[in-house]
């Protein structure tokens, strides 16, 4: 019997920014065969019925962090979650979660423990089910600090971050975790220092000591990505040829320059600000800080829409793994800030959310779009999202997830409790449903 799929009379929504189409789409072994009109189909192949329904790629995740549990203060991560084997353990959950939502592929580019890397593997390897995978190791930090200041120590590991304190140690590390099989090396180019007079985090590293990190890394092929949150730190960042950088907060004109000049890929990832902004007070966050991050979101857009419509491609990612962002709830969310905040029509959203998010799979071009000779990482969403991105977030609404050319039966997870000790009590409470705030 054939495993070929025929997914008939659907709305295509293509993910490379073409307005919809009727059409037929035919999926052979793991490409997408044909798109079309009335395509006939070989005896035994499956064939879907995907009338009144949209059929797109599906979603990619460019900034997750698949061994978080959802906690809501940074000692809570650092200081509460020193199990290896039940970090990965909860990876391998979250990545379920992740296809219910209708995400067919994701970017943790860093992970407690490093089990981003045997995740990743056991993906590819079948053992466990999830979405196409890559992955960093442990966030590369300077002795100044991270975003976590001065929560992670210099010595010895948290599970986190990896503090280098010397251009040797930036070398051997950067090395260390491409040996480890990383898909990624992340840098934390700005965090927080104990009496810093800025408002904000701040540059923590060296334009070059960046260029030290990408040096190494483009040596052997490895690509480098940096949270920063800063004029100066995206500046240099791309400068020293970083190939993607996350947030890209208070971007000035010289950086906005710079950018520009290189096209690097920028990952916005308002959905955390966006959460808090619209709904904190269902976790008790105050109204300053709720206007705080909607003014975050407001300044920021300006010179991401510029850098935009002047060809730097900006990819969605909703940095999925804290308490206002929960694995399986919010991943169609940052298409609804790009739209709302950006400007971007539901089609551009869309290709933010697919074929550019494949950038940070290493897989632009081959993954992330319906067009002929794609992998077919397709789903079939009842009703037309391209007039309304919010029925991604309901997971009843997505009939089919078909990754590599399988349509997968997923299976239902257990009513979830946490384990002893992993969770402080106090945090416990606080976690961000999209039910809470229908």
Same mark, same amino acid.
């Given at each position: =019997?054939?495993?070929?799929?025929?997914?008939?009379?659907? @709305?295509?929504?293509?993910?490379?920014?073409?307005?919809?189409?009727?059409?037929?789409?035919?999926?052979?072994?793991?490409?997408?065969? @044909?798109?079309?009109?009335?395509?006939?189909?070989?005896?035994?192949?499956?064939?879907?019925?995907?009338? $009144?329904?949209?059929?797109?790629?599906?979603?990619?995740?460019?900034? %997750?962090?698949?061994?978080?549990?959802?906690?809501?203060?940074?000692?809570?991560?650092? #200081?509460?979650?020193?199990?290896?084997?039940?970090?990965?353990?909860?990876?391998?959950?979250?990545?379920?979660?992740?296809? /219910?939502?209708?995400?067919?592929?994701?970017?943790?580019?860093?992970?407690? #423990?490093?089990?981003?890397?045997?995740?990743?593997?056991?993906?590819?390897?079948?053992?466990?089910? +999830?979405?196409? =995978?890559?992955?960093? +190791?442990?966030?590369?930090?300077?002795?100044?600090?991270?975003?976590?200041?001065?929560?992670?120590? *210099?010595?010895?590991?948290?599970?986190?971050?990896?503090?280098?304190?010397?251009?040797?140690?930036?070398?051997?590390?950067?090395?260390?975790?491409?040996?480890?099989?990383?898909?990624?090396?992340?840098?934390?180019?700005?965090?927080?220092?104990?009496?810093?007079?800025?408002?904000?985090?701040?540059?923590?590293?060296?334009?070059?000591?960046?260029?030290?990190?990408?040096?190494?890394?483009?040596?052997? +092929?490895?690509?480098?990505?940096?949270?920063?949150?800063?004029?100066?730190?995206?500046?240099?960042?791309?400068?020293?040829?970083?190939?993607?950088?996350?947030?890209?907060?208070?971007?000035?004109?010289?950086?906005?320059?710079?950018?520009?000049?290189?096209?690097?890929?920028?990952?916005?990832?308002?959905?955390?600000?966006?959460?808090?902004?619209?709904?904190?007070?269902?976790?008790?966050?105050?109204?300053?800080?709720?206007?705080?991050? /909607?003014?975050?979101?407001?300044?920021?857009?300006? =010179?991401?829409?510029?850098?935009?419509?002047?060809?730097?491609?900006?990819?969605? +990612?909703?940095?999925?793994?804290?308490?206002?962002?929960?694995?399986?709830?919010?991943?169609?969310?940052?298409?609804?800030?790009?739209?709302?905040?950006?400007?971007?029509?539901?089609?551009?959203?869309?290709?933010?959310?697919?074929?550019?998010?494949?950038? $940070?799979?290493?897989?632009?071009?081959?993954?992330?779009?319906?067009?002929?000779? %794609?992998?077919?990482?397709?789903?079939?969403? @009842?009703?037309?999202?391209?007039?309304?991105?919010?029925?991604?977030?309901?997971?009843?609404?997505?009939?089919?997830?078909?990754?590599?050319?399988?349509?997968?039966?997923?299976?239902?997870?257990?009513?979830?409790? *946490?384990?002893?000790?992993?969770?402080?009590?106090?945090?416990?409470? $606080?976690?961000?449903?999209?039910?809470?705030?229908?």
């Amino acid at each position: =019997m054939s495993n070929d799929i025929l997914i008939r009379s659907g @709305r295509v929504i293509d993910g490379l920014g073409n307005e919809p189409f009727s059409a037929d789409v035919l999926i052979a072994g793991n490409q997408i065969s @044909r798109i079309g009109e009335n395509l006939s189909a070989d005896e035994g192949v499956q064939v879907v019925d995907a009338t $009144g329904c949209t059929v797109m790629p599906g979603l990619i995740d460019a900034h %997750c962090h698949i061994s978080f549990d959802e906690p809501s203060s940074n000692d809570e991560l650092f #200081f509460h979650r020193n199990r290896e084997g039940l970090a990965a353990i909860i990876a391998a959950a979250n990545v379920v979660k992740l296809l /219910r939502a209708g995400v067919t592929g994701f970017l943790d580019a860093d992970s407690l #423990f490093e089990v981003g890397v045997d995740l990743r593997d056991a993906i590819e390897a079948g053992i466990v089910p +999830g979405p196409r =995978m890559s992955t960093g +190791g442990n966030a590369l930090l300077t002795a100044a600090g991270g975003t976590a200041g001065r929560l992670i120590p *210099d010595a010895g590991l948290i599970g986190y971050g990896k503090v280098v304190g010397s251009r040797d140690e930036i070398v051997r590390e950067v090395r260390r975790q491409i040996k480890s099989g990383v898909d990624w090396i992340k840098v934390h180019v700005t965090g927080l220092t104990p009496r810093q007079k800025t408002v904000g985090e701040q540059q923590v590293w060296s334009l070059a000591e960046l260029q030290l990190v990408t040096d190494t890394a483009h040596e052997l +092929g490895v690509p480098v990505v940096g949270h920063c949150r800063g004029a100066s730190s995206i500046r240099d960042s791309a400068l020293a040829g970083f190939d993607m950088i996350l947030h890209a907060t208070h971007m000035d004109e010289e950086a906005f320059a710079v950018v520009v000049d290189r096209k690097v890929p920028i990952v916005p990832t308002f959905t955390f600000q966006a959460n808090l902004a619209d709904y904190g007070s269902a976790i008790q966050a105050t109204p300053e800080l709720q206007e705080l991050f /909607r003014k975050e979101i407001a300044d920021s857009a300006i =010179m991401l829409r510029r850098a935009y419509e002047a060809g730097v491609p900006l990819l969605c +990612g909703t940095e999925s793994g804290f308490s206002l962002t929960p694995y399986g709830e919010w991943h169609y969310r940052e298409l609804e800030v790009f739209v709302r905040e950006l400007g971007f029509s539901t089609v551009d959203a869309i290709k933010a959310a697919t074929s550019e998010a494949a950038r $940070g799979l290493c897989l632009y071009g081959e993954t992330g779009a319906l067009a002929e000779g %794609c992998l077919a990482d397709v789903i079939v969403v @009842r009703g037309d999202v391209s007039q309304d991105v919010t029925l991604l977030a309901e997971p009843s609404n997505i009939e089919q997830v078909i990754l590599d050319g399988r349509s997968l039966q997923l299976p239902e997870l257990p009513p979830r409790v *946490d384990p002893p000790g992993w969770r402080v009590a106090h945090y416990g409470k $606080g976690i961000l449903h999209r039910g809470d705030v229908k």
